[in-house]
């Protein structure tokens, strides 16, 4: 299980740094997505996986931390109101610039 969720992480993380360096706005909103997602199930495995066990603390022995799920649902909120952001914003700079490269300007043009 545990192979499994580190390969998982090692692949939102390359995919996300891949995502982020590409020079399209839509690509690096996507990259920043994919690593919001990492880090997320990054914390969330910080508290133990645990499968089956409550999230209050003493009931019984073996019991999940409720303190990496309470940060990695703040962290969801608060992740889908920046994207959304962002991509409102990347919309508003495309219109405006008339392309969607991040640095606003277009490579294949001539630069005269």
């Not at 920043?32 to 133990?48: D, I």
């Not at 931390?65 to 962002?86: E, H, K, N, R, Y």
């Amino acid at each position: 299980m545990e192979l499994l969720y580190a390969i998982t992480l090692g692949v939102l993380t390359t995919c996300g740094v891949y995502l982020l360096l590409r020079a399209r706005t839509f690509t690096v909103i996507l990259g920043l997505t994919l690593l919001s997602h990492a880090v997320n199930l990054y914390l969330f495995a910080s508290g133990r996986l645990v499968a089956g066990a409550p999230a209050i603390v003493g009931l019984t022995g073996r019991s999940a931390d409720p303190l990496p799920q309470a940060l990695v649902l703040t962290a969801i909120v608060i992740g889908f109101a920046m994207t959304a952001f962002v991509v409102v914003l990347a919309l508003k700079a495309a219109v405006e610039l008339r392309n969607d490269h991040v640095d606003g300007e277009n490579p294949d043009e001539d630069r005269a």
